[in-house]
């Protein structure tokens, strides 16, 4: 299974190479564009010292992160991103008659190395972040910071499946779907506590959002819980993150269930 | 008249799209609730009263504005359609039809907008008041200017599209160029922060372009932050910019169908 997921990705990334110049143009107009959201961020810290509470390095690592995550989360799921279009045109049920679960088939269906860009923007804000920090930590923070964007990186492909799963019921009015992914990518690049609370508490006890980015920062960084919660909760980061993918594949397999073709 | 055609055309046609237009209420006004946060968070922390002749109040109703206008304007989205339109030489069998290209598509862009400006914008400004206090204008004479100024944003907005599109004439995918202009403009347009919170050096610089006639000079008409000489100053500028990048697309058009080949048409 996993060796045929490469043969079908690597067959995607040398079609997707064969136009160079478009590839170069698309990472470079990625990579400055999404500068330049940062670029938003840094004007608003021309004219305050800090934002509830966080640097300007320490906004740039949750920023970082959050971006990474969302990048890495969006390069793999592209297949799911686009379901809709799958199902309108009514070619899903092509994938039903293939002997692979369908789970596999849609993830292996697209890799949008596009996407690179925002990789390296947030790589870039994320190795700035920690150059001002001056991070000087030991092997098992660096190997936590990797295991933080790891999880968020789960936590978004699980969205990305939860909105895929909503095309099997309806095609219109997914742009809804974009509170949550986009919304969330955006909410975890800003510490948390900014936000009011009904908001601050749907995001850590709904939708795990806070355990993205959030509570791994606060234990790398040393910084007080502003929620007074239990100091083991950046652990529970990656279990709740993978929970959240667990759910989507559930939520995916019910969809699947419940599927009716359009009707060709 | 066949522009007033194409307009109601392009209206109805947006009409269909019911709960596309539900779905994207939602996700803009949910944006426009984090951003109204995240600029509490700056006031707090700033410690002052005002930032670049904003109040807290009015930076956010920039933000329920941004969010209103962003779609009419469509900075919160692309188009496309005459990049793909040249690409794929179909741009051949509108030349032979009897209309000027550029209000061809004008029209169907004009259509879209106030569409979007009805149903999309003013529902999302109208919850914002239920979250936050908005500062309002103070006249009937601010309110027409600030409708004025929204119109020429959403033609002056047009014509950049245009231009970026009629790249295509001349590259064979012009879509990274296009992507690019797109995120340019969302940042020096003003929509993410106020150009007013720039510092020195880049607002001098993004006066030198059209992109905050697109955003940012509405809403500083709407808060009454451009006032007196200012006020006229920017509606006059924004007039100047409308004619010249009018004058520029029409250039460019014919110095892109001059060039036209079409392969096996």
Redesign the interface.
Known sequence: MLSLYFVLIGARLRSQMQYKFSFIADFLATFIGMGLEFAGVLVLFTHMPALGGWTLPEVALLYGTAELSFALANMTAEGFDGFAGVIRLGEFDRLLLRPRSVFFQVLASEFALRRLGRVAQAVLVLSAGLWLLRAEWGLERWLFLGWTVLGGTVFFIGLFVIGATFSFWTVEGLEAVNIFTHGGVTMASYPLNIFAEWLRNFFVFVLPLAFVNFYPMLFLLEKPDPFGLPGFMPFLAFPLCSLVLLVGVYFWRVGVRHYQSTGH | MIYIALFQKSFQRMMT????T???I??NF??G??RA??F???FE????AQ?GGYTLRDAITYTALTQAIGTPIAILSWWWEVMRAIRSGEIVSDLTKPFHYFGFWLARDVGRATFHFIFRGLPIFLFFPFFFELTLPSSVTQWGLFFLSVVLAVFISFCWRFLVNLSAFWFL?A???G??A???M???SGF??PVA???EW?KFAVALTPLPAMINTPIEVYLGIAQGAGLWMALGSQLAWAIGMALLCAWVYRRGVQKLIIQGG
């Not at chain 2, 922390?45 to 002052?48: E, I, K, L, M, P």
Request: proline share 2%.
């Open positions: 799209y019911r709960a596309a539900i779905a994207g939602a996700t949910f944006f609730l984090l946060y995240l509490i968070a700056v922390a700033s410690g002052q930032i995918d879509m990274g160029i992507r690019f797109w995120l340019v969302t940042f020096l993410i922060v919170f720039f510092p880049l």
